[in-house]
């Protein structure tokens, strides 16, 4: 224990409460291609963690910008290949705008429920499928119980999942590691040309589990993240206990 | 294997089954009648009053003239076919393959079973004596052809026609022996054809020309020259496994174990034939004679026992024992060849597909097969049509999807109406209001024209925007129709990210 300084003894045991709690890093992804480097610095140890992600949207517009954006997420952090499993209530997604974010459409399966109770038995039952490479579920209520059956099939199976809550009746505490919130921002057109821009979303990281919530605005273009500028809340937001 | 047949004959058939209801009327002669054209008609009649000189066909007022003591009874329409498909039923005792020969006989295909009886004759004792028992006056042919079963349960007096004796068994029996219709049959013996001998030595097309394509058929299947099939009353499934017993099962628990026994001899049978589960019933006999059924399918053929169990474990719940379950019977109603590849170390891709085709079976069997869905690019400028659900899991886009032109994440399935203010004709909006909510645009693009598919559908063309208002939330909105042709509509169709 000589050459061991106290600085690294603390990072040994961070390390360990880590694994305790269930955090799990992202296979190898080029970071490169990501272009969400400023992103991946509020998670634990610079990656983006395995684990159930929560999504909250208030209005048609912000769900179509959260939808967006988790589509960005799994073509830029997910493996190029492997079946994503997409459950809604009332589908709204539509397959072709989903190559604009490039994913391929036929990657994924959808599956389109009637009620809440069964949303949430296809995403736990999708989510315990090491196989899936993902699952994305579109519901409105999550309780604190069944978020942490969600976090504990993905803690099992390490199969990421994002749980988008469109209109929810309350911003309750779950389970879930991170929270995210997706508003659309006014595009930038490259120097004041007419016409649309590139998507641009003001995204929140709300809560993170032993991270730093911050806020960026994002714009997608080129295929790629592209983080315009940052503005971290940890200087007016306390970190925020999860979970 | 040589096949063989036996041919039951039930010569009263419905008197018998009356005499077995009413013992009573064993003694007696009487006869079924049903009323045709304003008279009385005897339709079955029982031995004793045949053997007074009475017959199917005859009026009832001629039969009381000449048996006064006569009983006579209605007929009821269907009674025969009923009672042959409950008497084939009880001949799976004998065989599995039983069907009926209307209006009064049974088929059996006895291949490969009278050896359990010791001997043929041994067998069609057995039947003879089981059936007499019950008070049916019968007669049986055994043969190696439906055909000359048949004939000589009718008109033989051996009942056993030994293997490839049929020519010779035939011979000295009347042309009716063949199941000829009684017009061809009374023009043979006419004409001196007393014998089915006679007609071996015939010219065949002679005999075509004057008797007609089905004497020959009819010589052809008797003597085993032409293949006859039957249909059996309950059709054999290849693939079955029962599980009787001892005590009443009622609890789930039990039933998941003997959900597993079955799967794991299924499964092991499937594999020794190199086949997949498709489709599968569970059948649950009762003791109260209530029968409980399950039935499960899948995407892939499987063997799967652990997923075919997952499957079957979502519908247990389905089941109701009651007083308890005697039996199971598991049968695969559809199997599909299923080639077991070589497992790579490295490569998991066949794996993963395997998982996922199980994964998605499981949703299917909880929340039904219509709720999943796989899209796949459709060659249509309609943002509606421009995908269509995938037939099967596997299928892969036979073209690319297409981003040359801006396309929303959102889509509504029914477009919006919006009302909107536009400068100029051919200009983007300056602001609409979609539900009571102003929103002032700032950006936009377009317009993309996209026709209606006339083959498809009669319509207008489309006129799409894509819009960004003072907030940054963008939008996909479309004008209807030219401005020349009146006031065009507006409609929101989608949301960008």
């Known amino acids: 224990m000589q050459g061991t300084s106290k600085y690294e003894i603390i990072q040994q045991l961070q390390k360990e409460v880590l694994a305790l709690q269930g955090h799990r890093k992202a296979q190898a992804v080029p970071k490169e291609s990501i272009g969400l480097d400023m992103i991946l610095k509020a998670f634990p140890e610079n990656s983006f963690p395995i684990a159930v992600h929560e999504f909250l949207s208030n209005n048609s517009e912000n769900a179509a910008a959260t939808n967006g954006f988790i589509s960005g997420l799994l073509s830029k952090l997910l493996p190029s290949y492997g079946v994503i499993v997409w459950v809604s209530m009332q589908q709204l997604t539509y397959p072709v705008g989903l190559k604009w974010f490039s994913l391929h459409p036929d990657r994924i399966v959808f599956i389109n429920l009637t009620n809440s109770k069964q949303v949430l038995w296809t995403i736990e039952e999708a989510l315990k499928c090491t196989s899936v490479a993902a699952v994305v579920g579109e519901l409105s209520e999550l309780s604190f119980k069944q978020s942490r059956r969600l976090q504990l099939a993905v803690e099992a199976s390490h199969v990421t999942g994002f749980i988008h809550r469109h209109n929810p009746t309350s911003e309750n505490t779950v389970a879930c590691v991170t929270r995210w919130k997706i508003q659309p921002v006014a595009s930038i057109t490259e120097q004041g040309l007419p016409g649309l821009g590139f998507p641009r979303w003001k995204v929140q990281l709300l809560k993170v589990r032993n991270g730093q919530p911050a806020t960026w605005e994002i714009e997608w273009s080129a295929g790629n993240f592209h983080v315009r500028e940052q503005q971290s809340l940890s200087t007016t937001i306390y970190k925020i206990k999860t979970g | ?497």
């Open chain 2, 1 to 497: 294997m040589k096949r063989r047949y036996v041919t039951i004959w039930f010569q009263h058939l419905v008197t018998d089954w009356m005499g077995r209801k009413h013992p009573e009327l064993k003694q007696l002669p009487f006869v079924m009648a049903a009323p045709e054209r304003g008279r009385m008609v005897v339709k079955a009649v029982n031995n004793i009053a045949q053997s007074k000189g009475i017959d199917e066909g005859m009026v009832v007022a001629d039969c009381r003239a000449i048996l006064p003591s006569l009983q006579v009874y209605d007929a009821v329409e269907g009674t025969h076919e009923r009672l042959l498909h409950a008497l084939a039923e009880w001949c799976i005792r004998y065989t599995p393959v039983v069907a009926l020969d209307l209006p009064d006989g049974l088929i059996l295909d006895t291949s490969g079973c009278p050896h359990l009886w010791g001997s043929e004759q041994a067998y069609i004792k057995d039947i003879y004596t089981k059936l007499t028992s019950y008070g049916y006056h019968i007669r049986i042919g055994m043969a190696d052809t439906i055909g000359a079963a048949w004939a000589v349960a009718r008109y033989g007096k051996n009942a056993i026609v030994e293997t490839c004796m049929q020519v010779k068994a035939l011979s000295p029996l009347p042309p009716a022996a063949l199941r000829l219709d009684n017009v061809v049959a009374d023009r043979l013996d006419k004409l001196g054809l007393k014998q089915i001998s006679n007609l071996y030595q015939m010219p065949r097309n002679a005999l075509k020309r004057r008797f007609g394509e089905m004497l020959l058929t009819r010589l052809d299947q008797a003597l085993g020259q032409e293949a006859e099939f039957i249909t059996a009353v309950k059709p054999v499934e290849p693939y079955q496994e029962r599980l009787p017993c001892l005590e009443p099962i009622r609890t789930a628990k039990a039933i998941e174990i003997a959900i597993r026994k079955l799967l794991n001899r299924l499964c092991t049978q499937l594999g020794k034939k190199g086949k997949g589960l498709r489709r599968s019933l569970l059948t649950a006999y009762r003791i109260d004679g209530n029968i409980q059924k399950i039935g499960i399918g899948t995407n892939k053929a499987s063997r799967h026992v652990e997923h075919l169990f997952k499957l079957f474990e979502l519908k247990i719940p389905s089941i109701e024992p009651d007083l308890g379950i005697e039996l199971f019977i598991m049968e695969a109603q559809d199997v599909e060849d299923m080639v077991t590849k070589q497992e790579a170390i490295w490569h998991e891709k066949e794996r993963d597909q395997t998982a996922i085709a199980e994964l998605l079976d499981r949703i299917a069997g909880k929340v039904g097969k219509e709720a999943i869905r796989k899209y796949l690019p459709d060659e249509h400028y309609m943002p509606e049509r421009a995908f269509k659900s995938a037939t099967t899991y596997d299928e892969s886009p036979a073209t690319s999807w297409r981003i040359d032109t801006p396309r929303p994440i959102h889509l509504l399935s029914k477009p919006e109406p919006i009302e909107v203010t536009v400068p100029i004709p051919d200009y983007p909006p300056m602001l609409f209001i979609y539900k009571g909510k102003l929103h002032n645009i700032r950006k936009a693009d377009g317009p993309e024209r996209i026709e209606q598919e006339w083959w498809l559908k009669a319509g207008l063309f489309r006129d799409y925007y894509c819009v960004e208002d003072e907030a940054g939330c963008r939008y996909w909105l479309f004008r209807s129709g030219h401005y020349k042709d009146g006031d065009p509509k507006w409609f929101l169709h989608g949301f960008f990210a």
